[in-house]
């Protein structure tokens, strides 16, 4: 069972993580240049702060991140892996499903990928970096469960 | 989205729900200079201009959201795209709605439009999970999902609506309502607040003559709330009527706005007859459902039935539900316990007296006002406590656990079907393990997780309830009756 795996969790989504965390070091960025005008000591101590952060994100963290992150579609639920220092480790059963949102916002676009919140009782679950025809798999695939007789078209 | 034909828009209504804080910002400064400095023109214009600059720019943003929301009704369910940076698209089947709300109030009807809020048991805390605007054709294309064969309709009077208006309306939250309203309008018109304890001073009331001034303006402001909360209950009850469609049940209710909640019946997390002392003296009780997904709705929203006596109450909730209410094995809660029943109105009371008591004698306010304003609210809460140690009780019966415990000042018998009992938990504190006595918890199918407790019942007696009511929910769910 575990070899017939298949992470549907995209190599994309680590490029985006990284131009995120870029886009927020220039916002940073540009927020330390402003302040520098004030008080150039802060400003120096902000821009130092935002670069290191910025490393340890783009370097470090996201790649570990990305590593945890697993999503496949088991034959009766969906399992989720996600945490670098605390794991989670999540099955999803399809008949507990209520229904599933897709989003997708402009850098996921470009990239052809999407956010998947599946909605169940008592609990919401969101797998981000999907492609979006994985997306859909699952979101038929828990249609199927509250729709049994769809399952043979 | 694969028809574009059906995908439909949303009430154009729904802008104005949307634009009442762009254009409150905009109006009220406006309002503030024209009449507080009529001569400031340089303040108007610099109010409207910044304001101006900021109201178009939400609506903008408004009309492009609405231009970017679609929904269309398909044979699965409600399929809605949203958003305009962050798209979003999703389908919520029919099968999983388990409660829905229409909402027409006076403007909407005049425009054809209906509020539509549906809710699964998903959890979205706080919010439902798509509330829409509709217009008339696609709000009754919604309703059509859920009527099924009419079975039998219940209806109350207006003499009836009144009773529950007056014998369930709360002062405090009816003073809630008016305060601010009163205060703001005082304040328009220049009045202080002491001129408008002044003006509720100046109502006639009997018996003010054996009341102290401050007594007599706290009755006064407590009957005008009382006044208040109950006119508004009347609005909102009048023309009460529930029908069983089939598979959902069907409330429909409302005078200047009108609401009709559709909740699946096989969804009953817990039928409560609820009552408060009074109520209760008069032997009537109200009916609220708790269902999965109805526990986004909140206050009066959950009521099925009104006031109404027991035994009939009873009768139409058995009707409409198709729930056999009726109780087999039973055990009440003991005498033993009325201590821990009446331990947190006798001691806020203790404190709340001390510290007042402490107040008046350094403020100088009389001993008798103090001694009235204190006396009533806990003599109450403490008789109520009584009260509903002595009715409260645990039991099974064919179809449903039976609970009946308070709640605040209520007293709530819950009728809780067998499918929908999640966990039973039974607790026992060191006092209660030395007069064997335990408490019980029912946890239920719900998105909030929800539980109802029952203190003070013997534990010999209970126990056989439980396993009573563990085996009949085990047999339950083996058949797959499940929620």
Not at chain 2, 185 to 202: E, H, Q, V
Not at chain 2, 271 to 289: C, K
Not at chain 2, 342 to 356: C, D, F, I, N, W
Not at chain 2, 426 to 431: C, G, K, M, N, R
Request: hydrophobic share 45%.
């Amino acid at each position: 069972m575990e070899k017939l795996r298949e992470n549907l969790i995209s190599d994309k989504y680590s490029c985006v993580r990284k131009l995120r965390s870029c886009a927020t070091f220039v916002l940073s960025l540009a927020a330390a240049i402003f302040i520098w005008r004030l008080s150039p000591g802060v400003g120096a101590a902000v821009i130092i702060i935002s670069a290191m952060l910025f490393i340890a994100d783009c370097f470090f963290l996201t790649p570990f991140w990305f590593r945890s992150l697993e999503c496949c579609i088991m034959p009766d639920h969906i399992f989720v892996r996600k945490g670098v220092w605390r794991k989670k480790y999540i099955r999803i059963l399809f008949p507990g499903i209520q229904y599933c949102i897709v989003s997708r916002t402009p850098l996921q676009r470009i990239y052809g990928l999407c956010t998947l919140t599946i909605l169940c009782a008592g609990a919401s679950e969101r797998i981000a970096g999907l492609e979006l025809r994985d997306a859909e798999k699952i979101s038929i695939a828990s249609n199927q469960a509250i729709f049994p007789e769809r399952r043979n078209r | 989205m694969n028809n574009k034909k059906r995908v439909r828009h949303m009430h154009p209504i729904y802008l104005s729900s949307k634009l009442k804080i762009s254009a409150f910002l905009l109006v009220l400064p406006l309002v503030r200079e024209i009449l507080i400095r009529p001569d400031g023109i340089i303040g108007i214009i610099a109010a409207a201009g910044l304001n101006t600059l900021y109201s178009a720019a939400v609506i903008s943003w408004t009309i492009i959201s609405y231009r970017r929301f679609f929904w269309r009704s398909a044979r699965d369910g409600i399929r809605i795209s949203s958003g305009l940076l962050r798209r979003k698209w999703y389908t919520v089947p029919y099968d999983r709605m388990r409660c829905i709300t229409f909402r027409k109030g006076p403007l909407s009807r005049l425009l054809g439009a209906v509020w539509v809020s549906f809710d699964t048991a998903g959890k979205l805390p706080f919010r439902t999970d798509i509330s829409i605007c509709l217009d008339r054709r696609g709000a009754r294309s919604v309703l059509g999902h859920f009527s099924g064969s009419k079975c039998r309709a219940v209806k109350y009077s207006a003499k009836r609506i009144m009773l529950t208006a007056l014998l369930g309306s709360n002062p405090f939250s009816g003073l809630l309502l008016i305060v601010p309203a009163v205060y703001e309008t005082g304040r328009i018109f220049g009045i202080s607040p002491y001129g408008l304890i002044g003006l509720a001073d100046s109502f006639p009331l009997i018996a003010a003559d054996y009341l102290s001034p401050t007594a007599r303006i706290a009755a006064k402001l407590m009957i005008a709330g009382w006044t208040a909360s109950a006119a508004i209950a009347f609005f909102r009850y009048f023309g009460h009527r529930v029908t069983g469609n089939g598979a959902s049940i069907v409330a429909r209710r409302g005078l200047l706005t009108k609401i009709i909640t559709v909740t699946d019946r096989t969804g009953i997390s817990a039928l409560s007859f609820d009552s408060t002392l009074t109520t209760a003296l008069s032997g009537l009780s109200s009916v609220s459902i708790f269902s999965v997904g109805s526990g986004k709705l909140r206050g009066d929203r959950r009521m099925l039935l009104p006031l109404d006596r027991r035994s009939s109450g009873m009768r139409n909730a058995e009707m409409l539900t198709g729930l056999d209410l009726s109780e087999e094995i039973r055990a009440d809660v003991s005498p033993r316990a009325v201590l821990s029943y009446t331990l947190a109105p006798l001691l806020s009371a203790l404190m709340s007296t001390s510290v007042v008591l402490a107040s008046s004698l350094l403020t100088g306010m009389s001993f008798y006002t103090t001694g009235l304003l204190l006396t009533i609210p806990f003599a109450w809460w403490c008789i109520f406590r009584i009260y509903a140690c002595r009715s409260s009780f645990f039991a099974t019966g064919k179809d449903c656990a039976v609970l009946c415990s308070c709640s605040g000042l209520t007293l709530r018998q819950l009728h809780i079907p067998y499918p929908a009992i999640t966990g039973i938990t039974v607790s026992q504190s060191i006092f209660q393990k030395r007069r064997g006595l335990c408490s019980i918890s029912v946890s239920v199918f719900s998105e909030k997780r929800e539980s109802f407790m029952i203190k003070g019942l013997l534990l010999r007696e209970a126990e056989p309830i439980v396993s009573e009511i563990l085996k009949n929910s085990t047999a339950n769910n083996k058949k797959g009756n499940t929620i």
